[in-house]
């Protein structure tokens, strides 16, 4: 299985075709849009490695934007004993999910490919029990 290091939002991600994972938000991105990170650090599979200085160049890696949001909020409560002094903050951080389709060598070569999702069909439930009751 081939895999690939990219960098992106300040932070460095091992990544493999077909995985789903959030990073930093990307700015100015539509969701179901093509993503393309030209920052590959390292690639290869279980025999051999490709490691740039500090980049691998003509190396790629396409993905998928799925959606942006936000993380859950984390508290931040500061108080000073003895002074009837606190403070009580929160934050939400952004960030990006996506899905990796394709991880290119540096001379263009596809390394791995990503499975096609097929959409599932829009059936409702009262179809499935009664495709289920008629069997």
């Known amino acids: ?3 690939a290091v990219i960098k992106t939002g300040g932070k460095q991600y091992k990544v493999k075709s077909g995985e ?6 990307l700015q100015d ?5 093509k ?11 279980d025999k051999t490695i490709e490691v740039g200085t500090p980049n691998v160049k003509g190396a790629k890696v396409e993905a998928d934007l799925i959606k942006n949001s936000k993380n859950r909020t984390i508290l931040i409560f500061k108080k000073r004993r003895r002074h009837n ?11 990006s999910m996506i899905r990796i389709n394709k991880i290119f060598s540096k001379d263009g070569k596809i390394l791995s490919e990503a499975e096609k999702i097929s959409k599932p069909s829009k059936t409702s439930k009262k179809d499935e029990v009664n495709e289920v009751a008629s069997k």
């Open 1 to 3: 299985m081939s895999y």
């Open 35 to 45: 993503i393309e990170f030209n920052e590959i650090l390292a690639y290869g599979d």
């Open 85 to 95: 002094s606190r403070r009580k903050n929160g934050h939400r951080q952004e960030y």
């Open 29 to 33: 991105s539509k969701v179901d849009s």
């Open 20 to 25: 789903i994972i959030k990073i930093e938000k």
